[in-house]
């Protein structure tokens, strides 16, 4: 089930706000930029697909998705708990960062967890299969995929070279609950 957090930065231990309705959590991040969807796919697909299969369950989402935002690229990327790089790819979105272009992300299968530093808050989004998140250029966040990652997600981009990891330095990310 899908679930937004928000606790106060020097708080990671209370959540002031803890949302599961779709609805709430899209109107909550709304007030801080962040859009967050739900899309169903045109006929069934699981992970192991052919990412071809797979862009075509959300064809109509993604075009429109592309045609309002001007993306130029689309892929698809699979995470399986078995894959030997796990432990490195998951530290490498680990500390806060921002980037140059919206982080774009769609979750066909599995879950992984956004987590927001805006305005003294942190808000933490834990995205599920049917969750589509767009993280503002420049936000503040750092994405947990779990210790055992397993997910299957759409990436969009506007710049091949746009969605470099600028990192704040700040050790924020430390202090938070991590995604187990």
């Given at each position: 089930m899908s679930r937004l957090r928000i606790f106060h930065d020097n708080d990671p231990h209370a959540p002031t706000h803890t949302l599961h309705a779709h609805a709430d959590i899209a109107d909550a991040?709304?007030?801080?930029?962040?859009?967050?969807?739900?899309?169903?796919?045109?006929?069934?697909?699981?992970?192991g697909d052919p990412a071809e299969a797979?862009?075509?369950?959300?064809?109509?989402?993604?075009?429109?998705l592309v045609a309002a935002r001007g993306f130029k690229s689309v892929d698809v990327v699979s995470?399986?708990?078995?894959?030997?790089?796990?432990e490195a790819m998951r530290a490498k979105f680990l500390d806060e960062h921002?980037?140059?272009?919206?982080?774009?992300?769609?979750?066909v299968a599995g879950s992984g967890q956004f987590n927001l530093h805006v305005g003294g808050k942190v808000y933490e989004v834990l995205c599920e299969a049917g969750d589509l998140i767009s993280v503002p250029d420049g936000a503040t966040h750092w994405f947990d995929m779990g210790p055992q990652p397993s997910f299957v997600a759409i990436r969009f981009?506007?710049?091949?070279?746009?969605?470099?990891?600028?990192?704040?330095?700040?050790?924020?990310?430390l202090r938070f609950p991590r995604y187990a």
């Amino acid at each position: 089930m899908s679930r937004l957090r928000i606790f106060h930065d020097n708080d990671p231990h209370a959540p002031t706000h803890t949302l599961h309705a779709h609805a709430d959590i899209a109107d909550a991040l709304k007030h801080i930029g962040v859009a967050f969807e739900q899309w169903q796919p045109a006929h069934p697909v699981t992970p192991g697909d052919p990412a071809e299969a797979i862009m075509a369950a959300y064809q109509s989402d993604i075009d429109r998705l592309v045609a309002a935002r001007g993306f130029k690229s689309v892929d698809v990327v699979s995470i399986a708990p078995d894959n030997p790089n796990r432990e490195a790819m998951r530290a490498k979105f680990l500390d806060e960062h921002a980037h140059k272009e919206d982080e774009v992300r769609f979750f066909v299968a599995g879950s992984g967890q956004f987590n927001l530093h805006v305005g003294g808050k942190v808000y933490e989004v834990l995205c599920e299969a049917g969750d589509l998140i767009s993280v503002p250029d420049g936000a503040t966040h750092w994405f947990d995929m779990g210790p055992q990652p397993s997910f299957v997600a759409i990436r969009f981009f506007t710049e091949p070279d746009g969605w470099v990891g600028y990192f704040t330095g700040s050790d924020i990310a430390l202090r938070f609950p991590r995604y187990a």
